[in-house]
């Protein structure tokens, strides 16, 4: 049987700096501070921000594999799983960093939950951008660069400072370039963003749609139709949709048995598990690890 799934935490330099920056020419990264081997699907502890120059190769992002494009960047939760697959003629920037380097302790977390971007596994982390717009990030990107040589004794709040910047200027362009944009300028919109913050932290021990209408002080239908308008799903279709990922994620980053998957998503009943994600996937569990296992065998 082939080794689970890895993750990674932060690549340790001599600094042990939480914030780290590292550009890739070609297929491999040379660098000897980011130590992953990068042959099979991994996952992080940290934020990674993909800043794509030139596309060239495919990147699976939670099992859907998309062409990378010139001029994109691609976002990263903890957790995620993934695999970039470059060609000879890549060139690009890996962005990675702590949330607790961004939100400068762990009890502000909630500003990287209001990104769309991130921790939001329904919507799309790609943003691609217009040359003149791309530009704009890299030069954040070379000011990020000189700040990380230079070692001042500000260094670290001047980077975060950058990573503000860059991240709400991805926040913004990924709104005005988002195909529903309509549906982002909706006046229920946050209450969606609000849901879908509170399913990531809670989907694990609450399946029921119930329990998220009461937490944002709405009706169960009116919770249902609002989420409805805006992703196309019902609140209780996301519950599962995120129930499902995460036990794709079980099946292909441990050796969990079925019936411990369903037990470690609240699921008292494992037959019944396994009839849901057989519904949904079109796979049973045992079978869907089988396949993706075999997908990377030499």
Do not use: W
Not at 48 to 54: I, L, P, Q, R
Not at 61 to 74: A, G, P, T
Not at 116 to 143: K, T, Y
Not at 276 to 292: L, V
Request: charged share 25%; with cysteine; aromatic share 14%.
């Amino acid at each position: 049987m082939m080794e689970p799934i890895k993750t990674y935490e932060m690549p340790l330099t001599p600094e042990k700096q939480a914030f780290q920056l590292y550009e890739v020419q070609g297929k491999t990264i040379a660098n000897t501070h980011y130590p992953h081997e990068t042959d099979r699907p991994h996952r992080h502890r940290y934020y990674e921000v993909c800043v794509f120059v030139n596309g060239a190769g495919r990147h699976e992002i939670d099992f859907n594999s998309h062409r990378i494009q010139s001029h994109s960047i691609h976002f990263l939760s903890p957790g995620q799983v993934h695999l970039i697959s470059r060609e000879e003629d890549y060139h690009g920037y890996l962005m990675v960093f702590s949330k607790e380097f961004y939100s400068l302790d762990t009890f502000h977390e909630d500003l990287l939950f209001q990104l769309p971007f991130f921790n939001n596994p329904h919507s799309v982390p790609i943003l691609n951008l217009p040359q003149d717009r791309f530009g704009e990030m890299l030069e954040l990107i070379a000011m990020m660069k000189r700040e990380l040589l230079g070692k001042g004794v500000y260094g670290n709040d001047i980077l975060r400072s950058y990573l503000q910047v860059f991240l709400l200027k991805c926040k913004q362009y990924y709104i005005d370039f988002f195909a529903e944009k309509q549906k982002m300028l909706d006046p229920h919109y946050a209450l969606v963003q609000q849901f879908n913050t509170l399913l990531e932290q809670q989907f694990r021990n609450h399946h029921l749609v119930q329990y998220y209408a009461d937490q944002l002080s709405v009706s169960p239908a009116l919770l249902n139709r609002h989420v409805k308008r805006i992703t196309g799903s019902t609140a209780g279709d996301l519950i599962i949709e995120r129930l499902m990922l995460q036990a794709k994620r079980y099946l292909i980053y441990t050796d969990l048995a079925n019936k411990e998957i369903a037990y470690q998503l609240n699921y008292e009943d494992p037959s019944y598990f396994s009839r849901i994600f057989k519904k949904k996937t079109g796979f049973s569990p045992s079978d869907f690890r089988k396949a993706e296992n075999e997908k990377y065998q030499n």
